[in-house]
């Protein structure tokens, strides 16, 4: 029998990562935070996507048992306080995927399980939960995944579900060439509370957008990161027109009051840019400003 898949975080990505879990022949067990959640888990004992009900268990942090393979897919925010809530029970030679928005939360786990195998994962799908546990996967995208320090072959059992998977020896530039297109985009979307397309169509937005692509750029660069062949400012419009009528997830969170993941995306830009001396000005005054509206939150 396959190992059982424990899912920390389970939200829209969690719960579609939980379907395709199942869909491959795992046992999945989803981590919920709170009882009033799990009782709602409860009353259907697992995930409905497009008129299917995919089987899984859920349990609280502070069930017992062993975790042998976990996959994190909580907000970058969460991610340390999730993690601690269940540390004590993961298996020192653990298999681990980390698939989030955002770099640090991927070094930091594997800082905390040196011995354990800990893959780094970027997607493009895209899911909502209209109601928990009752998914929408309204987009059709491909998942990369990668060690950035050996070969994880077992990763290629998880390719029989229903997900596009593909491995990627180039992970951790993957994953630089998302945080750089988020850091152009979803502060700014986030301060004007605009739909991505705006950005492209005003030259004040425009501008902005520029500056940080260049910043960004900089930082890669003095890192030792190659991002896309041209320029960030090219594949950054290209990918604001291509989601035009979009909001940002963390203009979302602003605007619904939530904590978003700037911390993830630009603060951690900004974070190595002063390792390396490189100025960020930009990109530090628009983490400045979001950090400031969580006063508010």
């Known amino acids: 029998m396959n190992t059982a898949w424990h899912i920390l975080g389970a939200g829209s990505i969690g719960n579609l990562w939980a379907c395709h879990l199942v869909s491959?022949?795992?046992?999945?067990?989803?981590?919920?935070?709170?009882?009033?959640?799990?009782?709602?888990?409860?009353?259907?004992?697992?995930?409905?996507?497009?008129?299917?009900?995919?089987?899984?268990?859920?349990?609280?942090?502070?069930?017992?048992?062993?975790?042998?393979?976990?996959?994190?897919?909580?907000?970058?925010?969460?991610?340390q306080k999730a993690f601690n809530s269940i540390r004590h029970r993961i298996a020192d030679k653990a298999r681990v995927i980390v698939l989030q928005n955002g770099m640090g939360s991927q070094q930091w786990i594997k800082e905390q399980l040196p011995d354990a195998d800990v893959v780094w994962a970027s997607t493009t799908d895209g899911a909502w939960l209209p109601e928990p546990f009752d998914l929408v996967h309204a987009g059709e995208g491909y998942t990369r995944l990668g060690n950035p320090d050996k070969d994880s072959y077992w990763l290629e059992e998880l390719g029989r579900g229903f997900l596009k998977i593909e491995m990627d020896d180039e992970i951790e530039r993957t994953l630089w060439c998302k945080l750089a297109i988020n850091c152009a985009i979803n502060p700014l979307t986030a301060c004007f509370q605009c739909q991505n397309g705006e950005l492209i169509k005003k030259p004040d937005y425009l501008s902005e957008m520029a500056q940080i692509c260049r910043e960004v750029e900089a930082v890669a660069t003095a890192a030792g990161i190659k991002l896309f062949k041209g320029p960030l400012i090219e594949h950054a419009c290209d990918v604001a027109e291509l989601t035009s009528e979009n909001y940002s997830s963390m203009m979302q969170d602003v605007r619904h009051g939530r904590p978003t993941e700037i911390e993830a995306i630009t603060g951690y830009l900004c974070k190595l840019a002063k390792q390396y001396a490189v100025p960020t000005p930009t990109n530090a005054r628009y983490l400045a400003q979001i950090k400031k509206m969580h006063e508010f939150i």
């Open 24 to 79: 491959a022949g795992f046992p999945v067990t989803l981590v919920l935070r709170t009882q009033a959640k799990l009782d709602l888990f409860n009353q259907q004992k697992g995930i409905r996507l497009k008129d299917k009900l995919y089987t899984t268990e859920a349990e609280l942090a502070e069930s017992k048992g062993t975790i042998s393979q976990l996959l994190v897919t909580t907000k970058a925010q969460s991610t």
